[in-house]
Structures are given as C-alpha cells and as structure tokens.
C-alpha cells in the first residue's frame, strides 16, 4: 500500500529525532528531562479541577436537586465531592440514574460483573440483576433491544463493549433510533435511549481496539454523539445524555479511564449538551478538539510558548507569545457552531484535531462550516491534524494519533502561512 507523506510529517519526524540525532554529549546530558518531565500531561493537566471548591464552580454545572438558577456560590455551598477516576465517574452517573428512575436499566456484555474498564461494578448487587445484565455477545442485538425497551417507556442504558464493536450495530442506530420520532410524527420515540462505548486509541489497541468511530454518525440526523474529557465532566455529560430526550451515543476515551482524576461533586448535577467549553482563551489561534486530544494540545501549546533548550532552535521566537484559544468540542452532534464561530472571528485560525482518520471525519465537517461562514476573517486556511488514513497501527500506535509534536507542527504553519 502506497501511503503519502506530507511535507509537514517530514518537519514532525525531523523533530522528534533531535536528541538522537545530536547525541548526548556532556552539553545533552544536562539538559535531559527528569524521569517525570517538564511537559503537562493528563496528570499534571491544568484543565483538570483537584480541589474540591474547582470542582464546585465547573462552568455550566447544574444542580438536579435545585432548579432555581441562583448564584453558582450559593448553589454550591455544603456539597462535597470526591476524587475519582473517569470510570468511577461512569460508574457514579450510572448509579444516580438508576437511584432517581425507576424505569432506568443498564445492560451489554459483561456489565453484570463490571465490564472490562470496570464501569459497572457493583452496580448489580446494588440495584438487582433485573436492572444490571449481561446480554449475549450480539451489538445490533443490544441496540435493537435498547430501542424496543426505550419505546416502550423505559430508560434504556447500553453498553458496546469498545466502540470498534459497534458498527453491526449501525442499522439499528441510524435506521432506527435516529428515524424513530421523525417515522411516527412525533407519536412515538426513544429519546431514553443512551449507549455507552468507550472509544480512541489506548496506546496499543491498534486496528480492533483503538479506532474513533463518531466520524460515521455524523449524517444521522436524530442521533447526539458526546465525547467527555475528565471525570467531573464525564458524570454530567452522561447524566444529561440520559435523560436528553434524544438518543445519545456517549463516546468514552478508555485511555482517560484512569489517568485522568478530579474532585467529582457527589451530588446530582448536568453539564450542558451541544456546548463548548474554551478552556484557554486566545486572540490568534483557535485550536478546536475533543476527547483525549484535549491532552496532547495542551503540552503542544505549552511546547510552543517555552520549548525546551533542544527543541527551540525548531520553534521561531516570533511564535513564542502566540495566543492559542483551546476549546474542547465535548457534543459532537450536533456540534456548537455559534461558539467556534465567534472564536475563528476573533482568532481568523482554525486548527481542529482528532484521532480518527481525515478523510470524512468531524473536521472536514466542521472546517466547510466554518470556512462558509468566516471566510473573509480566515488568515489561513483551516488546518486538520489527525490520525492517517490508514487502519490504526498494531505498532508504533503513538505515531498514528495526533500527539504534541504533529499539532505543534500544525500550530507553527497556520500562524505563519
């Protein structure tokens, strides 16, 4: 198979090999990174909220057990949170959903004795195997009994093991439950239905267990597709998503299950579907992303603006004060236009970056929308960093994502196009 290589993976490769290339030299030696590094990572994240009063104040937190819409600060006075991991966040929505409605179930392979990320453990012996089964090893079947079971009344949750897995059961997403209100003119529906999956590359999963599928949802109108970042915002996406009254597909990154950690409020609360977050605002490049990505961006952004003593012969000082404007995509149908709008009118630079391959992916979308609707703004054509159109790789998989290098790369040729 012939695989073009563009000129911008040349300048990426020539990055990375710096160090090999150089030696190590006393000079080298020197400036070797500490066994932890310099670099933020989901560890060491800043958009992550360790604190319990951070975790409070999350922009656009909604408390289910007070629907006034009183300050943040009076809301958020006496409640407590707890750290947990992203899967432990799941775990937490899963049992207020199941503890608030009656009517909720949760069902997919394995989910009876916790799943394989143990997502769902425990959640049998605490609520009854009735509400928490196993079911057989057929993903068109969980989705087509999701839907039946949504139809009829009840809150219907669904576990695809890994989201590589869902594609037999696509008819059934897209020929189904995306069609089922439109079909019946609005007398029926199955808004309560939410399958869970959890998506991206893990480091090694390679072409059956790290592919981002949410590219191919993106025409069945009627369906939402959500991708969290960190556990304070997987537990109030997924409590929204079940109880939107829209089929949602909840897309959770398995490689943040436990590396990502947060102060996560113990009590019932939403976060907004279908909106963005800017997690750092920027006048001069807007860097659009989702999911694990989030992460890498982070450090490429931090890359840009203090490069380490090796590197900075590569990164030009002029590109050093650059103002990046991250923001995290979360709701990925239907996507929040008016925000990245507004941030490329003020930037006039768009860069959007995900794992799953360029072709007909999210950002092909999104960069026509944008490109319409800011053309005479745009100081540079909208750039995509992403994974290549190939099968995810069973080696060297880091090479496949868009990771730090590749995006800074990106970054440096949209700002001095």
């Known amino acids: 198979m012939l695989v073009k290589t563009p000129r911008s993976l040349g300048i990426s490769l020539l990055l990375r090999s710096w160090g090999r290339r150089r030696g190590y030299s006393a ?25 319990r009063e951070h975790a409070l104040h999350t922009p656009g937190i909604r408390w289910r057990d007070d629907e006034s819409y009183g300050p943040q600060d009076v809301l958020a006075n006496g409640r407590e949170t707890r750290k ?55 993903e068109q079947g969980i989705a087509g009994f999701g839907v039946g079971l949504a139809s009829m009344g009840h809150t219907a949750i669904a576990e695809i093991q890994f989201s590589d897995y869902i594609f037999p059961a696509f008819d059934q997403l897209v020929n189904e439950a995306a069609k089922f209100r439109y079909r019946s003119g609005g007398q029926f529906n199955v808004g309560a239905l939410t399958v869970r999956t959890p998506t991206m590359a893990v480091g090694h999963g390679g072409l059956y267990h ?11 109108s009627g369906l939402k597709i959500v991708v969290p970042r960190s556990p304070i915002q997987t537990k109030g996406l997924l409590l929204a998503s079940i109880r939107d009254p829209n089929p949602v597909i909840f897309m959770e990154p398995k490689i943040l299950y436990r590396s990502s950690v947060e102060q996560v409020p113990t009590d019932d609360y939403t976060l907004p579907l279908s909106s963005a977050e800017i997690l750092t605002p920027g006048n001069d490049l807007t860097l659009l992303t989702f999911g694990t990505p989030i992460y890498n961006c982070e ?13 900075a012969r590569h990164v030009p000082e002029s590109l050093r004060g650059a103002s ?15 925000t990245v709008q507004k941030s490329v009118e003020k930037t006039g630079r768009l860069m959007i970056v995900h794992e799953a391959g360029k072709t007909a992916g999210i950002g092909g979308e999104i960069a026509a929308e944008i490109q319409k609707r800011c053309f005479l703004k745009l100081a540079a054509p909208v750039r995509r960093v992403t994974g290549w159109d190939t099968p995810v790789a069973l080696q060297y998989e880091q090479f496949y994502i868009p990771d730090a290098v590749r995006i800074l790369d990106g970054m440096m040729e949209t700002l001095t196009y």
Request: one cysteine or more; proline letters at 8%; charged letters at 20%.
């Open 27 to 51: 000079e080298t030696e020197s400036q070797t990174p500490r066994p932890e590094g310099h670099l933020p990572g989901v560890a060491t994240s800043q958009f992550l909220r360790r604190t």
């Open 84 to 138: 947990m991991n992203m899967y432990q966040a799941v775990r937490d929505a899963l049992s207020t959903a199941l503890s608030k409605d009656d009517t909720a179930v949760v069902f997919g392979e394995d989910v009876n004795f916790g799943g394989v990320f143990r997502c769902t453990m425990g959640l049998a012996e605490e609520f009854g195997r009735e509400r928490v089964f196993n079911t057989p090893l057929t």
């Open 210 to 220: 790290s592919q981002s599928p949410e590219g191919f949802f993106m025409g069945a």
């Open 299 to 311: 450090t490429a952004v931090s890359l840009l603006g203090s490069p380490p003593p090796s590197l």
């Open 324 to 338: 990046i404007e991250l923001i995290d995509l979360r709701t990925i149908l239907p996507w929040d236009v008016e």
